[in-house]
């Protein structure tokens, strides 16, 4: 896995944010099983709880398109400190596997790495099969 490939697909899509009312861009890229890297930012509404965060983007991306063994997603923002996902976030990205790993970055591309499970560690599941 190439992380300044994927930090440098993720500070791409952050610039097709659209965030009028926050001001705060975020970008993320998703790497799957394939090899493939897909890519979202995030989009704001002004009735806010349709906003949209970049990872969940990269991950609708991403199954839309037929992909769902994700290995890790790249998250950058705007900010000082680390770009950590949301709960919302977490918790679909989680969906698809707890060994996901998760690049964090600030906007200097500083980086720290864990896996989904770490960051939400009891996560719900139906725990179903498939």
Do not use: W
Not at 1 to 9: A, G, N, P, Q
Not at 43 to 57: H, K, Q, Y
Not at 77 to 83: L, R, V
Request: glycine share 10%; proline share 3%.
């Amino acid at each position: 896995m190439d992380i300044s490939r994927l930090l440098e697909e993720a500070q791409g899509a952050k610039a097709k944010a659209y965030a009028p009312y926050s001001g705060f861009h975020v970008g993320a890229a998703l790497l799957t099983g394939t090899n493939r890297v897909f890519t979202g930012c995030n989009i704001e509404n002004a009735s806010f709880g349709l906003t949209v965060c970049a990872e969940r983007v990269a991950v609708y991306n991403a199954v839309s398109s037929g992909e769902k063994d994700f290995q890790a997603l790249a998250v950058i923002g705007d900010g000082e400190d680390y770009c950590r996902p949301c709960g919302a976030c977490r918790q679909v990205l989680a969906e698809f596997g707890g060994d996901i790993l998760i690049i964090m970055a600030n906007k200097e591309k500083q980086y720290e790495v864990k896996p989904i499970f770490e960051l939400l560690p009891e996560g719900f599941n139906f725990n179903l099969k498939f």
